[in-house]
C-alpha cells in the first residue's frame, strides 16, 4: 500500500510538472504569435490532451478559450488549415470533459460553424467536426441544447444530410450523423422532434441495408430510442411497406424461409422486401437492437395484430434459429411470449365467458325453483327437481365436453408453436401453463389499475433510454410525479431505471412545460 500511494504521488508531480510546462508554453500562445509558431505550440499540447490528468489542468486556465476562437477562424491558407486541423484535435481531446463540453455546445458560435462545416464534405476538417459532434452529444444536456438551437432546424439539417444518396464506391461522410441522432433521442426532445418525421427517413435500404456498420447500428438506435413512446411513428412503421427492411437483419435471403407456406396474410411487399436481402447481419449489436424494436412494437394491441398479419412470427422462428447469441436469443423467446401469451389470453377469456353463462343460467333456474315451491305440492315438487337435476346433468356432461375440445384444441395450437421456439414439448407446455397462470393471478391488479385510468389496451415501454421492458398492462409503471403534475406521462419500470434516466438528463426537464 505504501508503494501504491508513493507511485499515485510521483504520478501526480508528473502531471503538475507536465501542466506547469504546457502553461509557460501558453503564454506565448498571443494574436501576435507567428502562425508557424502557433502549430509548433499546439502539436507540443496536442499529444497531452489526450490524457485526463493533464486536460483537468488546464480547464481552469485561458487556454479553452483561445483553443475554441480557433474554430471559428476560416482556413484562408495551408498553414491555417494546419492549425486548425491540430486545435480540432485537442478539442475532440479535451470535450469528455463536461464542463469545457456545456462551453462549448452553448456558443451559439461555435454550434453554427460546426453544422456549416459538417456539411461540406470538401472540407479537410468534415470528419473532424462530425467526430466532435458525436463526443458533445454524448451529454444529455448537450443532445437537448443541439434540438433547441434554430426550434430544432438542426436535426432537420442532420436527417436530410443523413438521406443524402452514398454509392458504394464513395466515401460514406455522413455516416456518424446516424450516432449523432441516436444520442439525440436518448432525450425527450429529440424523440419528438423524430416523431414528427417521415418513417421512410430512416426505414430504407440506403439506410438499413448499408455496407457502413456505423449508420446501421445508429440508424437502428434512434428507430428503438424513438419507439421508447407510441407515437404516430409506431404507426407508420406498422404501416410501412419498408417494414420487411428490418426482418431480413435478422434473416437475410435465407433459402428456407417461406412464409408464404406458413402464413397466407403476409402482404406481397413484406415478403419482396425481406427475399430481396442480400444476406444476414452480422453485427450482434444491430440484430439486437431490431429484436428490441419488435418488442416495443408489441407494446399496444394494434402492434400486435399487425404484427402478426404481415407474418413477423414466422421471420422471428427463422431468425431465432440462426440466433448464435444467447442473449439475443432471449430476446427473441420474450418477443414470442407477447404474442402467445396475447392468444392464450383471448382462448382464456372465451372459456371464462362460457362458464360465467352457464353459472349464470344455472342461478337463474334455481331461483325459479325456489320461488315455486311454496305454490306446488309435495309430489309436483319432486317432480320437478328430478327433472331439474337431469337438465343439470346434461348441462354439465355438455359443458364438459366444450371444455375438452378446447383444451384439445389448445393442445394442438400449442405444439406448432412449441416446436418453433422450444427445447422440448414439456418444457414449452410448462412455459405457456406458467403465463397463463401468471395472468390470472395478475387478473384483478389489471382490474385495478384500469380503473385508476387508462384505456385498456394502453401499454408504454420505460422512459429510461438503456431499458426495453414494457407494461404488461396499463398503468404498470409508475409515473414521474412532477411531469405527471404538468400533463406529461414519463413512466418507469423501476426505481434504478428512474435513477438512471434523472442522471441522463430528465433532470433538465423535469417538471418543466
Given at each position: 500500500k505504501e508503494a501504491e500511494a508513493r507511485g499515485v504521488e510521483e504520478e501526480n508531480a508528473q502531471v503538475r510538472e507536465v501542466a506547469e510546462q504546457i502553461k509557460?508554453?501558453?503564454?506565448?500562445?498571443v494574436p501576435s504569435t507567428k502562425p508557424e509558431n502557433v502549430l509548433m505550440i499546439l502539436n507540443q499540447i496536442k499529444p497531452y490532451t489526450a490524457n485526463h490528468l493533464i486536460s483537468g489542468e488546464l480547464l481552469n486556465t485561458d487556454f479553452l478559450p483561445r483553443l475554441a476562437g480557433f474554430l471559428t477562424v476560416p482556413p484562408s491558407t495551408p498553414i491555417f488549415s494546419s492549425i486548425l486541423m491540430t486545435a480540432i484535435s485537442i478539442v475532440i481531446n479535451l470535450s469528455e470533459f463536461e464542463e469545457y463540453s456545456r462551453k462549448l455546445i452553448t456558443n451559439h458560435q461555435i454550434l453554427s460553424r460546426i453544422m456549416l462545416q459538417i456539411s461540406n464534405t470538401s472540407s479537410q476538417q468534415q470528419q473532424l467536426y462530425l467526430m466532435l459532434l458525436v463526443n458533445l452529444t454524448r451529454f444529455p444536456f448537450?443532445?437537448?441544447e443541439l434540438c433547441r438551437q434554430m426550434n430544432g432546424d438542426y436535426v432537420q439539417e442532420l436527417i436530410s444530410l443523413l438521406n443524402q444518396p452514398v454509392s458504394n464506391s464513395q466515401q460514406?461522410?455522413?455516416?456518424?450523423?446516424?450516432?449523432?441522432?441516436?444520442?439525440?433521442?436518448?432525450t425527450y426532445t429529440g424523440r419528438k422532434i423524430i416523431q414528427n418525421q417521415p418513417v421512410t427517413q430512416f426505414l430504407n435500404s440506403s439506410q438499413l441495408l448499408s455496407s457502413n456498420p456505423i449508420r446501421k447500428r445508429g440508424v437502428v438506435g434512434t428507430i428503438?430510442?424513438?419507439?421508447l413512446e407510441w407515437s404516430s411513428f409506431s404507426d407508420q412503421i406498422l404501416q410501412s411497406s419498408h417494414l420487411g427492411f428490418l426482418l431480413s437483419i435478422l434473416i437475410g435471403s435465407n433459402p428456407t424461409f417461406r412464409p408464404e407456406e406458413q402464413s397466407k396474410e403476409v402482404p406481397k411487399h413484406i415478403l419482396s422486401t425481406i427475399t430481396a436481402s442480400s444476406r444476414r447481419e452480422e453485427d450482434d449489436n444491430v440484430r439486437k437492437t431490431v429484436v428490441e424494436i419488435v418488442m416495443l412494437l408489441t407494446a399496444r394491441k394494434e402492434g400486435?395484430?399487425?404484427l402478426r398479419k404481415i407474418g413477423v412470427y414466422e421471420a422471428l422462428r427463422e431468425g431465432h434459429k440462426l440466433e448464435t447469441v444467447e442473449d439475443i436469443g432471449d430476446i427473441f423467446e420474450r418477443v414470442v411470449e407477447v404474442l402467445l401469451r396475447e392468444e392464450h389470453d383471448k382462448e382464456n377469456v372465451a372459456v371464462n365467458a362460457v362458464d360465467e353463462v352457464g353459472q349464470n343460467l344455472n342461478e337463474a333456474t334455481n331461483k325459479e325453483e325456489m320461488q315455486?315451491?311454496?305454490?306446488?305440492?309435495?309430489?309436483?315438487?319432486?317432480?320437478q327437481n328430478q327433472v331439474s337435476k337431469q337438465e343439470e346433468a346434461t348441462k354439465e356432461t355438455k359443458r364438459e365436453e366444450k371444455e375438452k375440445e378446447k383444451e384439445k384444441e389448445e393442445g394442438e395450437e400449442g405444439e406448432v408453436d412449441i416446436v418453433a421456439f422450444g427445447d422440448s414439448d414439456t418444457e414449452e407446455e410448462d412455459k405457456i401453463v406458467e403465463i397463463i397462470?401468471?395472468?390470472?393471478?395478475k387478473e384483478e391488479v389489471k382490474q385495478e389499475k384500469v380503473e385508476e385510468g387508462g384505456e385498456e389496451d394502453d401499454t408504454f415501454g420505460c422512459d429510461n433510454g438503456e431499458c426495453v421492458k414494457i407494461e404488461e398492462y396499463p398503468n404498470e409503471f409508475q409515473l414521474c410525479g412532477n411531469c405527471k403534475k404538468t400533463g406529461k406521462k414519463i413512466r418507469y419500470c423501476s426505481r434504478d431505471?428512474?435513477?438512471?434516466a434523472w442522471v441522463a438528463g430528465h433532470k433538465f426537464i423535469c417538471g418543466k412545460n
Open positions: 509557460e508554453l501558453l503564454k506565448h500562445l448537450a443532445c437537448e460514406d461522410h455522413y455516416a456518424w450523423i446516424a450516432i449523432i441522432l441516436m444520442n439525440a433521442t436518448q428503438k430510442n424513438v419507439l400486435r395484430e399487425t315455486q315451491e311454496g305454490t306446488q305440492n309435495q309430489g309436483k315438487e319432486g317432480s397462470e401468471e395472468e390470472e393471478k431505471c428512474q435513477k438512471t
